[in-house]
């Protein structure tokens, strides 16, 4: 079998690199391409992944034109996700957008015409869908094991976007690094709101198998002297009652490397018990009528193709199987709802409902 053809195009979210060396490392895939209209983006990825010269380009289109891959990933900042998606998508590619889905739900809409209209199919990366300890929690729920999910409590983050690069290498933090960086402006769409609500929002609303609140209560800081948030709370009110999600930038320490207080990750309560499940973590604790006490239940080995997005997603389309979970534009959809609802909430200072 062939391998599948992947080519990256934007490089200004650093998670560009991770998806790379997930395709470098799939036997059944290839970078076919890589395209930036500043080479210098592109040095690590060259020199991590052996991408010779023929295959890099700083004309997306040429990219696209000479290599003609079967996958196309976009990693573009968050407010310009829409402008690249219409124009990658008359090459007739699938496109997979790393997190989060849009600005605005009204450009995650264009984003969804403008690919249905070729008959690919658009994928959002999560990554924290990948992680063990939340795949382990769904299965739970999927199970009945705690009932009904009927709330969510998310809390993540990290010390903030500036201080590490792909494969979370850490990097120093200066002033004149944050003022240039496109996570710290507005009109790029940055903030910790849109960074990582999303996540909470868009694996809240999977949790909870397809459900959306009713009504949005969002607040967020204001930092002296920066464009953007750094800090937001959102209340989401269900027909079931109240869930909370919560983004930070300054947590005190990453969680890829020491989990901060409070932890980073999700409680579900359900009609019969509870789960708590945290990033990273090699156990989830769970309670239920039988163990009121609560018990720790190790996290489920995740085997491939499943353990990460590039080999499940190739391995989906490759079947002509349709992507979905929070992968999915259904999913992720109502999560941008949210989130655009939350920036509404935020800005009048009061509590807005959700449009049906």
Not at 175 to 204: P, V
Request: hydrophobic content about 40%; overall charge positive.
């Amino acid at each position: 079998m062939r391998k599948y053809k992947i080519a990256g195009i934007n490089f200004d979210h650093m998670h560009m690199g991770d998806l790379l060396r997930q395709v470098h490392e799939c036997p059944y895939a290839e970078i076919i391409g890589i395209s930036d209209e500043q080479p210098a983006r592109m040095t690590g990825a060259i020199a991590n992944f052996g991408i010779p010269e023929n295959r890099v380009f700083t004309d997306f289109r040429k990219c696209l034109e000479q290599t003609k891959p079967d996958l196309v990933v976009l990693c573009p900042a968050t407010a310009h996700h829409a402008k690249w998606v219409k124009l990658v998508a008359p090459f007739c590619a699938h496109i997979l957008v790393e997190k989060p889905f849009a600005a605005t739900l009204a450009q995650a809409d264009t984003m969804i015409a403008a690919v249905a209209a070729t008959e690919k199919q658009l994928i959002i990366n999560w990554p924290l869908r990948w992680y063990p300890p939340h795949v382990t929690a769904k299965r739970l729920v999927d199970e009945g094991r705690i009932g009904k999910v009927i709330e969510v409590h998310y809390y993540d983050g990290n010390r903030g976007p500036i201080r590490h690069t792909a494969d979370k290498i850490e990097i120093l933090a200066t002033a004149a690094r944050k003022a240039k960086s496109w996570f710290y402006q507005k009109s790029a769409g940055g903030g910790s709101l849109l960074d990582y609500l999303g996540y909470g929002t868009t694996l809240g609303t999977w949790f909870m198998n397809g459900r959306a609140p009713i009504e949005i209560t969002a607040a967020v800081d204001h930092p002296k002297g920066l464009e953007v948030d750094e800090h937001s709370i959102v209340i989401a009110r269900y027909e079931t009652g109240l869930s909370k999600f919560e983004t930070r930038w300054g947590t005190f320490t990453d969680p890829w490397h020491l989990q901060p207080q409070p932890k980073c990750g999700f409680v579900l309560v359900g009609t019969k018990g509870t789960i708590a499940t945290y990033d990273y973590e090699s156990t989830i604790r769970i309670q239920t009528g039988d163990c009121p006490e609560g018990r720790a239940v190790p996290v489920d080995v995740i085997k491939s193709p499943d353990h990460a997005p590039i080999p499940h997603v190739v391995h989906r389309l490759t079947r002509g199987l349709k992507i979905d979970g929070p992968l999915s534009p259904k999913i992720s959809r109502i999560g941008q709802q949210i989130v655009d609802t939350a920036i509404k909430s935020a800005r009048l200072g009061r509590t807005v409902k959700l449009k049906k």
